[in-house]
């Protein structure tokens, strides 16, 4: 056993090994020790049961639609975090790019809520009374006087920086200087698995009053395949070492999918999620990176089931939002909070008599790729015309049709979301025999 807890024992089995070589006349003090030692040699033992889950709520511009999810998130979870602003760097410049937060909306949830600062990459320096600190500071305390000027009970501020690694010693001036302003609300920062090795980690997150583990991320050289936001492997390895400190720590979670430009020699140039594309420069090598909800849902299962008594809480990144296309619906959200995998179910939808318009449903609850054959039976001659809608060919034969994706088209249908496909005409009505098959797979 590593960590604090067997320095502990260390420390009594030294001490009782002492009472004991100075006097043996005290055998009540002796086996007192002992006892102790026993105790602390000994792991505290594995928790279970549901585990509080909040989200982020990463806009900037609070539309209706993101409102909208803010009271969806008071039904179904214990809480958000929001994102207050963003500090960017442009060299030694920095602006500030404020979020337009409906403070009303806010306090009417009646969630404890906290809010976040983003920090943009940064180099240094980290002076505690510099004036990239008193930047911080200041920023801080206009979130905190909006917050307080609308009756809005906030309960943390998080500070989120990607800080490099040989920087930790150094970042801690920055901790340091807004604590005390933070307080009494917690001071929360979120962290990378890569610090969890780091003799300065520990350190670091002392000057805090707890830290988020963050075991999502793209991948800062490119891949040769599709890959996931979350290794369920590495994040079960993560969260073991993370425990191992003995200090508590909530861990965030993907719900999103992403694509991210590489250059040439395979360096992370930019990341597009929902929002304004970027303009990649020629050679860009643009890959997708997605969120398994299967995998997510086995690790919440397994946590819910038994995990490290430091490990407090999930959050979720992010936020449903119904003008969201590359992140969870509620649906597939909701399921895996639960710690179950989402269904996952495709069916065919014919309308009309004649002509027959044929669609694609999602009856599941996860986002799907429409990666499909659809194979129209009928017994008859009578087919007069049909056609294919777009990104979507169709191949015809006496009594079948069988429409399936354009090459290069692909395209991804939400829970309770609908495609059409194509239609069919005939000399006379006719009864369809439907099949819905992956593509080189047997029919659904």
């Known amino acids: 056993m590593n960590g604090p807890a067997s320095r502990t024992a260390r420390t009594a089995l030294a001490i009782a090994f002492s009472a004991f070589n100075k006097s043996l006349k005290t055998p009540t003090l002796l086996c007192a020790t002992l006892i102790a030692v026993t105790a602390c040699s000994r792991s505290a033992p594995n928790a279970s049961g549901p585990l509080p889950q909040r989200a982020y709520l990463w806009q900037r511009n609070w539309t209706s639609a993101v409102v909208d999810s803010l009271v969806e998130a008071q039904k179904r979870m214990d809480g958000v975090v929001v994102l207050g602003a963003e500090i960017v760097w442009n060299g030694k410049a920095a602006w500030v790019v404020r979020a337009s937060i409906d403070w009303e909306k806010v306090k009417t949830q009646g969630k404890p809520f906290g809010v976040a ?5 940064f180099a240094g320096p980290f002076g505690a009374d510099d004036p990239n600190a008193r930047l911080l500071v200041n920023v801080t305390k206009s979130l905190l006087s909006e917050a307080a000027e609308h009756g809005a009970q906030l309960k943390a501020v998080q500070l989120d920086f990607d800080c490099a690694q040989k920087n ?3 970042y801690r001036g920055w901790l340091r200087a807004l604590r005390p302003v933070i307080h009494p609300a917690r001071f929360v920062i979120t962290t990378l698995p890569a610090w969890l090795d780091d003799p300065e980690f520990v350190p670091l997150v002392r000057e805090t009053d707890g830290y988020v583990l963050q075991v999502h991320s793209v991948p800062s050289s490119h891949a040769d395949r599709l890959s996931s936001l979350c290794d369920p492997v590495s994040a079960r390895k993560w969260v073991a070492k993370a425990a191992e400190l003995g200090l ?47 995998e997510v849902a086995t690790l919440v299962q397994e946590w819910q089931r038994s995990r490290p008594p430091q490990l407090r809480e999930l959050l979720w990144y992010r936020l449903p939002v119904a003008t969201d296309r590359r992140n969870w619906h509620w649906a597939t959200l909701s399921t895996v909070m639960s710690g179950r995998k989402p269904l996952h179910r495709l069916e065919v939808l014919q309308e009309g008599e004649n002509p027959i318009d044929l669609s694609i449903i999602n009856t599941g609850e996860a986002d799907e790729t429409l990666d499909v054959a659809v194979t129209a039976n009928w017994k008859s001659n009578a087919l007069v015309a049909l056609d294919a809608l777009t990104g979507w060919v169709v191949d015809v034969a006496p009594g079948r049709a069988v429409f399936a994706n354009a090459p290069g088209y692909r395209t991804r249908l939400a829970p309770g979301e609908k495609r059409k496909i194509g239609w069919l005409r005939y000399e006379q009505p006719v009864s369809l025999q439907l099949e819905l098959a992956k593509k080189d797979e047997s029919p659904l």
């Open 168 to 170: 930790l010693r150094n």
């Open 248 to 294: 508590p720590f909530s861990v965030a979670l993907p719900t999103y999918r992403c694509t991210a430009g590489y250059d040439p020699a395979g360096k992370l140039m930019g990341v597009a999620m929902d929002g304004v594309q970027p303009a990649w420069p020629p050679n860009t090598r643009i890959l997708e990176f997605t969120t398994d909800a299967d």
């Open 117 to 121: 600062l983003r920090v943009a990459p």
